[in-house]
């Protein structure tokens, strides 16, 4: 059997470590949690030389071992705990040739734990470009490692990182940094009382301000015990402890890199003096979101076409070549027409995610948080604020747990509270096919009046954010210190394969995420549809007949008039009737209010449980979009999905707290019932008065 | 017989959509899972 290795990767943010996890591990990655708390956790397998297995974890980002954020306490309790499975038996720390002296310092913490630790300097074909020059071997002697210099770029030096990581034994583990030189007496102290453990892991665990979850508690107890400093003391020497580490990198690169400003030719100054410029930089940013939501409308319209026929179609051939019966109705009527509600919003999707990622990879997403940072401030929020807020987009739950690097608690609990204002992916399906049905199909300026809807919608949503978080800041009384510092990376051509990866992963994850759910919730609403108490319901087909019969209808109408008036009589019709007085003055009808009360497990929902109830009875081979067009109102008569209640429902979206998850994700991250139960209700009922007032407003 | 099979498998998948469900948003009572072995006794390894 081939021997299996541990290799943890860490490194700064914004080093390319998740491309050098990518380039070793390919397709051969998983991603998941780390147990007990929802920090991203993910791992591959990566062959080595002479038969040789890794097993990868890409660790979070992390500045140094100095832990301030959940992310950053993974790393820490990682490499303290020997019996931790995952454990490295080597650690590739991942830099940047640019910023070398930066990334050393982690380095040098790393190393001082006695872990194999190997040296990765990433971006090497920027070297030329920025006139940097190193001097590899007199690096590796004084750093005691050896040093992989790659691109990820440009596919270089990942066969020799391979070959490194295979020969790990021979690294040395000797400290960077003897730990006694920053307080001889104290540290021989520590030494004196725990002789048999590491010095500088005595040291971390000291001065660390965070929960050690893994390690033993009586362990840690009993080192904090010994702490005999002040915390002011102990602030102060590992002021000293950094700048030792910073003396020994710098007469490292003394020798070791040499820049020559002359030879570099840099694009940077000049991008960001436009990008972030005060009306240029809004001006990009507007231009580059208005082309976002174009293509994703104009690129994605034939194969959402395509797919929505071909799941009508495959409902209608499954109900001919399976024996009639309640299972093939449930097959055809519920499942099929439930799972095309999800599967006809993959294009589009996944054009989001594509923009996304290639402005988050190009180095563009930074400059959006520091330009919008002048902003946020007015509102109680911090730059930081603007991650969860564009994570938002794509799911709530990431980007309420990404304000977790908000130092601020009032500003991060403003920033969970206003979150789920953001246009999340979930809510793409449903604006999508309500902007579709209510909106034309005329253009403006080029830009489609559809996409400019769905715009203003995006809009709406940030709007809603920001205004409650003014609010919010002026009624919370929480008292807080606040600070914004932000990294801006340099601008790279988006990398294909780590573009194509977050598109594959995240559409995978909406899909299978939200799939599972809708395939549920559509089985039981078919046979909630398709099942019902009393007569009218057992005796449908002798009442409808004998109440039509002299109307002179033909067989098929017959049957719409029997499969309607079961529906209506069915447990979900008796439910939805139930509700109807409370949604009727919104414009909708009962079957939107069962979809609406469903679409609180998730918002996507909403269309697969509209595709089911419209499908239940029917024999047409229908596209989803064609029914709910085919839908009347029962009391007023015209289509159902109008403008007024078309407009009245896509606010009703943009504002209510439509999501089961992001409630108990931010009971979790604010430990308590209350705040989530206030967003859920004061944005409901915020939903609801919009709503009701642009129905009433507009009909 | 065929209507019965039929009958069985729509009141099976019912069965098992609502399960799922309850189980998804937390309303049936979960596992518990293991504690972590803490390490830091006489031979935990992690110094």
Same mark, same amino acid.
């Given at each position: 059997?081939?021997?299996?290795?541990?290799?943890?990767?860490?490194?700064?943010?914004?080093?390319?470590?998740?491309?050098?996890?990518?380039?070793?591990?390919?397709?051969?990655?998983?991603?998941?949690?780390?147990?007990?708390?929802?920090?991203?956790?993910?791992?591959?397998?990566?062959?080595?030389?002479?038969?040789?297995?890794?097993?990868?974890?890409?660790?979070?980002?992390?500045?140094?071992?100095?832990?301030?954020?959940?992310?950053?306490?993974?790393?820490?309790?990682?490499?303290?705990?020997?019996?931790?499975?995952?454990?490295?038996?080597?650690?590739?720390?991942?830099?940047?040739?640019?910023?070398?002296?930066?990334?050393?310092?982690?380095?040098?913490?790393?190393?001082?734990?006695?872990?194999?630790?190997?040296?990765?300097?990433?971006?090497?074909?920027?070297?030329?470009?920025?006139?940097?020059?190193?001097?590899?071997?007199?690096?590796?002697?004084?750093?005691?490692?050896?040093?992989?210099?790659?691109?990820?770029?440009?596919?270089?030096?990942?066969?020799?990182?391979?070959?490194?990581?295979?020969?790990?034994?021979?690294?040395?583990?000797?400290?960077?940094?003897?730990?006694?030189?920053?307080?001889?007496?104290?540290?021989?102290?520590?030494?004196?009382?725990?002789?048999?453990?590491?010095?500088?892991?005595?040291?971390?665990?000291?001065?660390?301000?965070?929960?050690?979850?893994?390690?033993?508690?009586?362990?840690?107890?009993?080192?904090?015990?010994?702490?005999?400093?002040?915390?002011?003391?102990?602030?102060?020497?590992?002021?000293?402890?950094?700048?030792?580490?910073?003396?020994?990198?710098?007469?490292?690169?003394?020798?070791?890199?040499?820049?020559?400003?002359?030879?570099?030719?840099?694009?940077?100054?000049?991008?960001?003096?436009?990008?972030?410029?005060?009306?240029?930089?809004?001006?990009?940013?507007?231009?580059?979101?208005?082309?976002?939501?174009?293509?994703?409308?104009?690129?994605?319209?034939?194969?959402?076409?395509?797919?929505?026929?071909?799941?009508?179609?495959?409902?209608?051939?499954?109900?001919?070549?399976?024996?009639?019966?309640?299972?093939?109705?449930?097959?055809?009527?519920?499942?099929?027409?439930?799972?095309?509600?999800?599967?006809?919003?993959?294009?589009?999707?996944?054009?989001?995610?594509?923009?996304?990622?290639?402005?988050?990879?190009?180095?563009?997403?930074?400059?959006?948080?520091?330009?919008?940072?002048?902003?946020?401030?007015?509102?109680?929020?911090?730059?930081?604020?603007?991650?969860?807020?564009?994570?938002?987009?794509?799911?709530?739950?990431?980007?309420?747990?990404?304000?977790?690097?908000?130092?601020?608690?009032?500003?991060?609990?403003?920033?969970?509270?206003?979150?789920?204002?953001?246009?999340?992916?979930?809510?793409?399906?449903?604006?999508?096919?309500?902007?579709?049905?209510?909106?034309?199909?005329?253009?403006?300026?080029?830009?489609?009046?559809?996409?400019?809807?769905?715009?203003?919608?995006?809009?709406?949503?940030?709007?809603?954010?920001?205004?409650?978080?003014?609010?919010?800041?002026?009624?919370?009384?929480?008292?807080?210190?606040?600070?914004?510092?932000?990294?801006?990376?340099?601008?790279?051509?988006?990398?294909?394969?780590?573009?194509?990866?977050?598109?594959?992963?995240?559409?995978?994850?909406?899909?299978?995420?939200?799939?599972?759910?809708?395939?549920?919730?559509?089985?039981?609403?078919?046979?909630?549809?398709?099942?019902?108490?009393?007569?009218?319901?057992?005796?449908?087909?002798?009442?409808?007949?004998?109440?039509?019969?002299?109307?002179?209808?033909?067989?098929?109408?017959?049957?719409?008039?029997?499969?309607?008036?079961?529906?209506?009589?069915?447990?979900?019709?008796?439910?939805?009737?139930?509700?109807?007085?409370?949604?009727?003055?919104?414009?909708?009808?009962?079957?939107?209010?069962?979809?609406?009360?469903?679409?609180?497990?998730?918002?996507?929902?909403?269309?697969?449980?509209?595709?089911?109830?419209?499908?239940?009875?029917?024999?047409?081979?229908?596209?989803?979009?064609?029914?709910?067009?085919?839908?009347?109102?029962?009391?007023?008569?015209?289509?159902?999905?109008?403008?007024?209640?078309?407009?009245?429902?896509?606010?009703?979206?943009?504002?209510?707290?439509?999501?089961?998850?992001?409630?108990?994700?931010?009971?979790?991250?604010?430990?308590?019932?209350?705040?989530?139960?206030?967003?859920?209700?004061?944005?409901?009922?915020?939903?609801?008065?919009?709503?009701?007032?642009?129905?009433?407003?507009?009909? | 017989? #065929?209507?019965?099979?039929?009958?069985?498998?729509?009141?099976? +998948? &019912?069965?098992? *959509?609502?399960?799922?469900?309850? #189980?998804?948003?937390?309303?049936?009572?979960?596992?518990?899972? +293991? &504690?972590?072995? *803490?390490?830091?006794?006489?031979?935990?390894?992690?110094?």
């Amino acid at each position: 059997m081939a021997k299996q290795i541990n290799v943890a990767l860490i490194g700064n943010p914004n080093t390319g470590k998740t491309s050098v996890f990518n380039a070793l591990t390919g397709l051969n990655q998983k991603v998941g949690n780390y147990p007990g708390i929802t920090v991203e956790k993910k791992e591959g397998i990566c062959k080595l030389p002479r038969g040789v297995k890794a097993h990868i974890i890409d660790l979070p980002g992390t500045y140094s071992l100095n832990a301030s954020s959940l992310d950053e306490n993974v790393v820490i309790e990682l490499l303290l705990n020997k019996n931790d499975k995952d454990f490295p038996d080597v650690a590739v720390v991942v830099s940047d040739v640019e910023n070398l002296k930066r990334n050393l310092l982690l380095y040098t913490q790393i190393k001082d734990l006695e872990i194999p630790t190997i040296l990765v300097i990433n971006m090497s074909d920027r070297m030329t470009y920025k006139g940097i020059k190193l001097d590899i071997p007199y690096l590796e002697q004084k750093l005691e490692t050896k040093i992989a210099l790659i691109s990820t770029r440009k596919n270089r030096g990942i066969d020799e990182l391979k070959e490194v990581i295979a020969n790990y034994k021979e690294l040395s583990v000797k400290p960077c940094l003897n730990a006694s030189e920053i307080d001889t007496d104290y540290f021989d102290k520590l030494r004196k009382a725990f002789p048999n453990q590491l010095l500088y892991k005595l040291w971390l665990v000291i001065t660390q301000d965070v929960n050690f979850g893994k390690v033993d508690r009586n362990q840690i107890d009993a080192i904090h015990s010994f702490k005999t400093k002040s915390e002011a003391d102990l602030k102060r020497l590992q002021q000293k402890e950094t700048i030792k580490r910073y003396q020994f990198i710098n007469n490292t690169l003394k020798k070791g890199q040499t820049i020559d400003l002359n030879s570099a030719k840099d694009l940077r100054i000049k991008l960001d003096r436009i990008l972030t410029h005060k009306v240029w930089g809004y001006l990009i940013f507007g231009i580059i979101l208005l082309t976002i939501f174009q293509a994703i409308y104009d690129w994605s319209s034939v194969p959402m076409d395509f797919i929505d026929s071909a799941f009508a179609s495959l409902s209608e051939w499954t109900k001919h070549l399976m024996p009639e019966g309640a299972f093939t109705n449930l097959i055809a009527e519920g499942i099929i027409p439930g799972l095309g509600g999800i599967v006809i919003f993959i294009p589009q999707i996944a054009f989001l995610f594509l923009f996304i990622s290639v402005l988050e990879e190009s180095g563009y997403m930074s400059r959006v948080v520091f330009l919008m940072d002048r902003i946020m401030r007015r509102f109680g929020l911090s730059g930081k604020s603007v991650v969860p807020l564009i994570s938002g987009t794509a799911c709530a739950i990431p980007a309420i747990m990404a304000t977790r690097n908000i130092e601020s608690w009032k500003e991060r609990l403003i920033t969970i509270l206003v979150t789920p204002f953001t246009t999340c992916s979930a809510r793409l399906p449903v604006y999508l096919i309500i902007i579709s049905l209510v909106i034309p199909e005329g253009r403006f300026f080029g830009l489609s009046y559809q996409a400019l809807t769905l715009m203003l919608l995006y809009l709406i949503g940030f709007g809603a954010a920001i205004v409650s978080a003014w609010i919010l800041n002026k009624v919370l009384k929480i008292r807080s210190k606040t600070f914004f510092v932000v990294e801006m990376p340099n601008y790279k051509v988006p990398l294909l394969k780590n573009v194509a990866l977050t598109v594959l992963e995240k559409t995978k994850s909406f899909v299978f995420g939200a799939g599972k759910i809708i395939l549920a919730i559509s089985i039981v609403l078919w046979f909630l549809a398709s099942y019902g108490p009393g007569e009218q319901f057992n005796n449908a087909e002798d009442i409808v007949t004998q109440q039509h019969a002299l109307d002179n209808l033909t067989q098929d109408e017959l049957d719409q008039k029997i499969a309607s008036h079961k529906l209506e009589h069915s447990f979900i019709g008796i439910a939805g009737h139930a509700i109807e007085p409370a949604i009727r003055p919104l414009g909708y009808d009962w079957k939107i209010g069962i979809a609406i009360v469903s679409s609180f497990a998730a918002r996507e929902v909403f269309v697969g449980t509209l595709a089911t109830i419209y499908s239940v009875g029917s024999d047409e081979e229908e596209t989803i979009k064609n029914r709910m067009a085919g839908e009347v109102n029962p009391i007023l008569g015209g289509p159902l999905f109008n403008f007024a209640s078309g407009i009245s429902l896509l606010l009703f979206y943009a504002f209510a707290m439509q999501c089961m998850s992001t409630l108990a994700i931010v009971k979790r991250e604010t430990n308590s019932w209350k705040w989530p139960m206030y967003q859920l209700v004061i944005m409901s009922a915020f939903a609801y008065l919009v709503a009701l007032i642009a129905y009433q407003f507009l009909k | 017989m #065929n209507t019965i099979i039929q009958n069985i498998l729509v009141f099976a +998948a &019912v069965a098992l *959509a609502l399960w799922f469900l309850l #189980n998804k948003f937390g309303v049936l009572p979960k596992k518990k899972t +293991a &504690v972590t072995k *803490a390490c830091g006794k006489d031979d935990c390894g992690c110094h």
